[in-house]
């Protein structure tokens, strides 16, 4: 008995797809800026060489909490993301850019990571 094969054409990648709906723009755009704050943080602690225990007694939570809100597993709030920088010495600055067809595409996000 022969099976037959059903041809499937994907056209573009998840990402183009995601970024086709009003919803998955809302949704790839809030993950953006998590991924960008996160690595903004994590460029602050390489360059202050802070280990996470140092960082954890500054915020009087535990160096657990810190890997957890560091690899993705919690959510990181704006106020927990400022108090983690404030306790490295530095500060986030953001910068709002018009969303046009030329920045809907991923990049690599974090311009400090890129120069290494």
């Known amino acids: 008995m ?5 041809k499937t054409k994907q056209k573009g990648t998840f990402i183009d797809k995601l970024l086709s709906t009003k919803t998955g723009r809302k949704l790839f755009y809030r993950e953006s800026l998590v991924l960008e704050v996160t690595e903004s943080i ?6 202050s060489k802070t ?10 939570i535990s160096k657990y909490e810190i890997r957890k809100l560091l690899s993705g ?9 400022s108090d983690m920088l404030v306790a490295m010495g530095y500060k986030l600055t953001t910068l709002p850019i018009r969303l046009t067809k030329d ?4 990049r690599p996000v974090h311009p400090f990571l890129e120069q290494e």
């Open 42 to 47: 994590c460029w602050a602690l390489k360059d």
């Open 103 to 106: 920045t809907c595409r991923y």
């Open 73 to 81: 597993q919690r959510k990181i709030s704006l106020d927990m993301a």
């Open 2 to 6: 022969k099976t037959k094969q059903v």
């Open 51 to 60: 280990s996470y225990s140092k960082l954890a007694k500054a915020l009087r």
